[in-house]
C-alpha cells in the first residue's frame, strides 16, 4: 500500500484559515468514506483530530473540520491559534483491513 | 481515562529479535481491536498490524508479514508485537492504538526501536 501525499509544509498567520490536502487513490481515500486526521507535536503521541472525513472527536475545537472530493481529503483549521503548531497526519482505510498514512504536514503559525 | 503505555523497545541487532508490550488500562480492553503503528525517526506514520477483539484475526503491512507478530492478552489487559528478523529499516518509535471504527481513536506514548549492528 503506497503512501498518501501531502504538502510538506503549512503555514498562516494567528486568526487565519490553512487547509491541508492528502491525496490518495481510488482504492484508499476515492473509495471509503473513512478519512482521519492526527495532529502531534514534538515527542508528543499523535492525537485523533478528525475521523470518517468531517466527525470531530468530543474536546477538539471546531475551528478543526475536514472534508473529501474524489480521492482528496482536506483538514481545514480556522481561526488559527499558536497551540495548532504541530504536524499533521492524514489516514484512510484502504481495504482488506490496511490501512495507509500521510507523510505527515508541518503547520507553523507565524 | 484510556491509557496505553508501551514497553520493550531498545537496541537490537540485525537479524535479531524483541518483543513489544502494550499495558491498556481505563477501558474495557477485551471489547476493542487494537493496532501497531510505527514512525521512523524525522519520517512519517506508518501503519504495521492490528488485532481483532478477541485475538482471532490479524492483519499486517506487507512490510512486516512474516517477520511481526502481533497477539494480545486479554487477561492481562496487554498487546504484545514480537518482531524477528530485524531489519535497520524496523528502526521507529512503535506506538499502540485503539481501534475506533477505522481509526484510531486513542495512542500510547511509543517506545523506540533502534536495529544497528
Known amino acids: 500500500q503506497s503512501a498518501l501525499t501531502q504538502p510538506p509544509s503549512a503555514s498562516g498567520s494567528p486568526g487565519q484559515s490553512v487547509t491541508i490536502s492528502c491525496s490518495g487513490t481510488?482504492?484508499?481515500?476515492?473509495?471509503?468514506?473513512?478519512v482521519s486526521w492526527y495532529q502531534q507535536h514534538p515527542d508528543k503521541a499523535p492525537k485523533l483530530m478528525i475521523y470518517?472525513?468531517?466527525k470531530r472527536p468530543s474536546g477538539v475545537p471546531d475551528r478543526f473540520s475536514g472534508s473529501k472530493s474524489g480521492n482528496t481529503a482536506s483538514l481545514t483549521v480556522s481561526g488559527l491559534q499558536a497551540e495548532d503548531e504541530a504536524n499533521y497526519y492524514c489516514s484512510s482505510y484502504a481495504g482488506n483491513n490496511k490501512w495507509v498514512f500521510g507523510g505527515g504536514t508541518k503547520l507553523t503559525v507565524l | 481515562q484510556v491509557q496505553l503505555v508501551e514497553s520493550g523497545g531498545g537496541v537490537v541487532q540485525p537479524g535479531r529479535s524483541l518483543r513489544l508490550s502494550c499495558a491498556a488500562s481505563?477501558?474495557?480492553?477485551?471489547?476493542?481491536?487494537v493496532h501497531w503503528v510505527r514512525q521512523a525517526p524525522g519520517k512519517g506514520l506508518e501503519w504495521v498490524a492490528v488485532?481483532?477483539?478477541?485475538?482471532?484475526?490479524?492483519y499486517y503491512a506487507d512490510s512486516v508479514k512474516g517477520r511481526f507478530t502481533i497477539s494480545r492478552d486479554n487477561s492481562k489487559n496487554t498487546l504484545y508485537l514480537q518482531m524477528n528478523s530485524q531489519r535497520v529499516e524496523d528502526t521507529a518509535v512503535y506506538y499502540c492504538?485503539?481501534?475506533?471504527?477505522?481509526?484510531?481513536?486513542?495512542w500510547g506514548q511509543g517506545t523506540l526501536v533502534s536495529v544497528s549492528s
Open positions: 488485532i481483532s477483539e478477541d485475538g482471532s484475526d490479524k
Open positions: 492504538a485503539r481501534a475506533g471504527y477505522r481509526h484510531f481513536d486513542y
Open positions: 481505563g477501558f474495557t480492553f477485551s471489547s476493542y481491536a
Open positions: 481510488s482504492s484508499d481515500i476515492g473509495t471509503y468514506n473513512y
Open positions: 470518517e472525513v468531517t
